[in-house]
Nanobody, 122 residues
Framework: QLQASGGGLVQAGGSLRLSCAASGRTFSSYTMGWFRQGPGKERKFVAAISDGGELTLYADFVKGRFTISRDDVKNTVYLLMDSLKPEDTAVYYC?????????????????WGQGTQVTVSS
């Protein structure tokens, strides 16, 4: 199970850190990703981190602003979001999959968290 948290209301230019806590003993074996879904839009890839944390991947629209990291002792993946923009407003979901090569592909994820709302005001 995945439990996302950390969303909220922030002004443009501000920061938020999302967390996704996982239950189970095999967390470290999974690639972890963050996706987001705006109102009336499809769920889009935001960032991913490989099992072990050596590799990271970002969507072009968040490069240089968002940072994904993981703590395998705490079974938690984080998404630090800086320089937030109103267009970053969405529900953010964390997911887990085994194959790093599919990290950008929503339908390849095995598990999803429930989502956390991020709202950026202008």
């Amino acid at each position: 199970q995945l439990q996302a948290s950390g969303g909220g209301l922030v002004q443009a230019g501000g920061s938020l850190r999302l967390s996704c806590a996982a239950s189970g003993r095999t967390f470290s074996s999974y690639t972890m990703g963050w996706f987001r879904q705006g109102p009336g839009k499809e769920r889009k890839f935001v960032a991913a981190i490989s099992d072990g944390g050596e590799l990271t991947l970002y969507a072009d629209f968040v490069k240089g602003r968002f940072t994904i990291s993981r703590d395998d002792v705490k079974n938690t993946v984080y998404l630090l979001m800086d320089s937030l923009k109103p267009e970053d407003t969405a529900v953010y979901y964390c997911g887990a999959l085994l194959a790093w090569r599919y990290a950008r592909i929503r339908d390849k994820y095995h598990y999803w968290g429930q989502g956390t709302q991020v709202t950026v005001s202008s």
